[in-house]
Structure formats: C-alpha cells, structure tokens
C-alpha cells in the first residue's frame, strides 16, 4: 500500500472469509431476473454499490433467503453502509446459515453500541476468527465490559505467546493506556519493540502526559529525521507551540479494536487487496472513525480494485482536522484523475495548495498531475515552490529535478530543462529514465546527436528490457540516417510495447526507410488503430496516402533511404 500503513504483521494472518458476493447460478424463478443479474455482475467486479442496491430488490422478493442475505452483507460493508450490513447479518443469522462477514458486522454493531459483553459472550459461545485477533479482541472486549484484571490478565497472556508477540505487547500497552496506566504503557511499548509511526506516536504521546515532553520531543525528531510522517509531524508542532499533550490515540476499547483490524486489514491489502482486505478495514474504520489513516486505508483497497467512486468518497471522509488530510486529499486527487475527472482532481490540489503552503509533497502532487494533463508551466511553478521549500543544504532527490524538468521541457523552456536534466544525473549518475529522456530530447531537437546516442545506448544497458528506451535507441540510429542498425532495436522495442502507437509509427519509418514498404504501412495502420495523438496521427494518414519520402520532402526533411511503393 502507498500512503498510510498500519502496524505491520509480520504473515498473512489465515483470515480468508471463505466468502465471495456471488451466489448459485440458479435462482427461483420468482425472482426479478434483471436484479438477479445486475447483482451477479456487480458482485463479480467488486462493484459494491450497485450490488448492494440489486441485492436489496431481490431480498425484497425473498426476504429470508440467506444466498442473497449473505451477499448483501458483504457488499454494504464494501459500500461502507455498516449499520445496513449489521441488520441483514442478524437476518441471515437467524435463518440458521454461519457467515464470517455476519459475525463481524454484528461484532462490530455491538462495540459501537458499547455492548462489549456481548463480545464476550460470543467468544464464551464458541465465535472464532483466528487465534491471535481472537486473543486480542477478547482482551479489550474485557476492558470494555469493566473487567480490568480479566483484561490485563488476557493481555499479558498474549504478551507472552510467540506468535507475534510484539503486537501483542503494543495492544497490551495501549490497553494500559487506556485505562490510565501510562508508566505501565511505556514499560510495554519499550519491551514490544513495535516498528512503525503509530507506537512512537504512543510513547511520545505518553511521555509528553506524564512531564517528559523534551524527550518526547526528541524521540520525534530522531524518528521524522529518518522519514517524514504526518501523525508525528502534527505531534511535534503541537509539542513546540506547547500545547499541552496527553495520549488520546485510543478513547475505548473499541477503538482499540479497531487497531487490531487496521492491521489485519493492512497486512491483507498488501498482499492481495480485494473485498476480504476491504471488509476488515471497513470493520477497522467503523470502531475507530477518528483514525484518519484506517480511512485512508479503506480508500486506497478500493482504488486498488477500480472503485474510483467509492475510493474518493472515502478520501473525502477524512476530517480536516486530522493529520492524515493531506495524504487523503492527494489520494483523492489522483482517484479523480483516475477516473478521469481532470478539472476536479486540479481543484482539489489547488485549493490542498492553498490551504497547507508550506507543505513540500502538496506542491509535488500537484506538479505531477499538471504535467500529467498538460498544464506543464503550472507544472513547472508547482515544482519550484517544492524546491524552494527545502530545507538549506538539504539534499534534494533527483526525481525533483527530474520531474520539473521534464515540465519545463514540454513548456518550452529548453534551457532551464536541460540544466534540470543535468543536475539529476550528478545526484544519479547513469540514471537510465533521466538519460533516455535527455537523450531523446537532444535528438528531437538535432543535438548534439553523438553524446544522445551515448546516453541512450548507457539507458539501454541498464535497462534493457524497458521498451521506451529501446526504442529511443532505435530513434537515434534512425536520426543518424543508420537505418539498417536502427532494425533490430526498433522491432525489439515493438515487441516489448507491442500497442504502443508511437513505437509502432516508429517502427514503420524504419522499416521505410530500408525498403520495406509493405511493412512499413501495415505498421502505420496498427500505429492507427492505438489511438495516437492527434497530430501523429495526422501524420500517419499522409504516409500512408503519399508515403514517408514525400511527407519528409514536405517537411524539409532529407530523403535517404532505400524506399520502394
């Protein structure tokens, strides 16, 4: 996953639901056949809403029917409708049937009611879900029915187990946390050894509560130094305006629940993020709201599988306030330029922009997406002001320079483009994406051709497989009117990016210019049918029409090659 991690798990935890949202092919004929089928399809891909809304007309057909319950179980809570997930669980569980995903969703409705022994009690039933998550909930169900002996006891017995017992010791830290034991809190925390942002926000947070905030404040600068994170960032700053700080990273013990699922979740996620990953998480964000990055975490599974939609309502769930905001509106930003809404995606990185100045990554989030839709002087600025916001003697990462300038490049900055360009080589030297394109960019504008071809052939040998930077290459040998070299780099780079239209045009003018005619307009028509860009593919037509020699004489161009019609 990309922005906001959970505490990490060290395995895949053998949760699998054992559950899709499909259902037999066969249905009773009394059913509406169109609802039927839209809630198959929607169920095959994921589709959350609309297989929640047809899964609701076929129940209204057959209320008890525990097929059709069971799948709308599932897709209201991939829709992040819990409360309706929780109704129909209770429904389906009354008809006799056993569902993972029920279970969880009535879990999760009784820790929002405050009812924890009732989690209790199903445990005491016989309700599993895997050894250690069961150990876990159970515990802070405990604490949240009153039993705090019990509970602690619980927590200890698990600290103690060897199966992941560093996360069992930071729930069992959290847990005394909560309960107002901080001195006990921090001893655990130094025992579990936990990694990750979340645990140094605990201690820091629980050395701030109890009159230690210089070293709070220096346990934060030694972890931001080695990589920044929103959560401690906003838990330095309100150390240094001297804000008063105490732990409030959990408020209940459902909240605390809550964590426990956020890492099942993100353990899941990365390593196949799909409707089991997402329903966890909605689980994990239903009991802990206030957790901006669990929500980020719901929304990046949903981007992950195409529920664009879905994706940036999630983002924009994300309250102002919390520290997770940025990343959730640059998630955001880049779901909508996913989906293709362009305008929106800009705005909300302009108003992001605005809103957070001071903030690097906002200013390259938005550089990067208004290269991407072609708005490269905005592109340019945006990087300038990311620049500008370092740090003094900071060491810049060479993607920056790279980046801008490529956006200055393409806005007709040549000059400052190509000293950008340099500069990333001397902080990467042999950088292979940072040679093709310099190189490229020389030959485009005939020159210096001999140090381009250089850079690309040193590209080409570091990556020799990128189909991109063989064929600039092939280009290049092409420009140097070594058509018969340029053959076998150019059908290699079609083979590696086989519908790529300019590879494919490319490749026609090759094959043109060594008298290969017929192939050289059999690849102009695939070049065609990729849809290229508009004047490419202006281009091409008049090669076919009038062939590539009297588009060259047109052009100004010379013609050399051994062309025949």
Known sequence: MKRCSPPALLLVLGLGLGLGLGFPATAAPQLPSGAYLAARQASMTEDFAPAA????????????????????VLAHIGAGQMDRAADLATRLMETGARSRAATLARMAASLRAGDYQAVVDGFAAGQRFAPMVDDLIRAWALLGAGRTADAMAAFDAGAAAGDHAPFRRYNAALARAVSGDPEGALALLDAAAQPGAEAVAARAALLAGTDRA?????????????????????????????????????RNPAEGIGEVFFAVAGTMARNAPGTEALVHARIAQSLAPRNGAI?????????????????????AGVDRAAPAFVDAEIGRASTLHAAGRNEAAAEVLDALARSHPDRAQVHIARGNLMRRIGRHAEAAAAFDTAIALQPDGAALPWEMYFARGMARERSGDWDAAEADFRRALEIRPDQPD??????????????????????IETAVAREPDAGHIVDSLAWALYRLGRFDEAVAPMERAAALLPVDPVVNDHLGDVYWMVGRSREARFQWRRALSFDPEPDAAERIRAKLARGLDAVRAEEGLPVTGRNGR
């Open 214 to 250: 210089p070293e709070a404040l220096a346990l934060l600068e030694a972890t931001l130094a080695r990589g920044d994170d929103p959560v401690l960032r906003d838990l330095q700053a309100r150390l240094e305006a001297g804000e008063v700080v105490t732990f409030d990273q959990l």
């Open 434 to 455: 940072v040679l093709n394109y310099l190189g490229y960019s020389l030959l485009e504008r005939k020159e210096r051709l001999d140090e381009a071809l250089a850079m």
């Open 53 to 72: 809304r047809q899964y609701d007309r076929l129940l209204a057909a057959a209320p008890n029917d525990p097929r059709f319950l069971q799948g709308a």
């Open 295 to 315: 929500t980020v975490l719901v929304a990046e599974i949903l981007e992950d599988i195409g529920q664009l939609d879905l994706a940036a309502a999630a983002y």
